[in-house]
């Protein structure tokens, strides 16, 4: 059974393009997959707290030394630590927010890359001293933007603190491959974004098959466990 952990990240309850095709993934994964398991986090209606100074010190202070009050302030961020753990594959959909990724999602990023929980830190290996302890999971992007160009060589590509950015942290999610699925032109509401939105929905069960495939063959690295 694969586990997938799907995060919604849209303070839009209604109207919201990526939540929409968000579910549309989950429904169509589960057609082709009824008995796999999905771990949903909406933080678009619940955020995740942002870190703070005590935070920071409850995470250096050594575990058998923290107290109480320092367990508690972490106990958020073990619970999406293990979440972000069990899954095969983390689907994150999130609209842009004034060309970067929503306040609750960059919460969520700072609650989970911890040191010694998903990357190790050693001065010994030189000028790059942090190492992901996590590794061999699938990324789904699935994002929706008000205006176009963002891709590389696009009008915008420089304007794009979405995508490069989630793309940076993927490996402090474990995720050795990236798929995304983007809808543009919103603001617009022309024809061309009803084709941006006609092309997202039609890759994704293409991309399903792809993923579905990948974790199925030998030499996934969830191969036993993602076993039906």
Known sequence: MTAILHIDASARKERSISRTLG?????????????????????????????????????????EKRTDEQNLLLALSDVLIEELSEADVIVISTPM???????????????IVRINKTFT????????????????????????????????????????????????????????????????????GDKRHKRSIESAYKSIPELIKRITKKLASPESPCKERCQD
């Not at 927010?97 to 609650?111: E, F, H, R, V």
Request: hydrophobic content about 35%; proline content about 6%; aromatic content about 14%.
């Open 23 to 63: 579910e549309t993934f989950k429904h169509q994964w589960l057609t082709e997959k009824p008995a796999d398991r999905f771990i949903y986090r909406d933080i678009g209606s619940t955020p995740p707290d942002f870190i703070s100074e005590s935070w920071i010190a409850a995470v250096f202070t050594p575990e």
């Open 97 to 111: 927010y004034n060309y970067g990724m929503p306040a609750s999602l960059k919460a969520w990023i700072d609650q």
């Open 121 to 188: 830190f050693d001065l010994n290996r030189g000028d790059f001293p942090l190492e992901p302890t996590l590794s061999g999971k699938f990324l789904v992007l699935i994002t929706s933007c008000g205006e176009f160009g963002f891709e590389e060589n696009g009008a915008r590509e420089t304007m794009n603190h979405l995508g490069p950015h989630l793309r940076t942290l993927s490996k402090y999610l474990g995720a050795d491959e990236i798929h995304e699925i983007n809808v543009e032109y919103q603001e617009f």
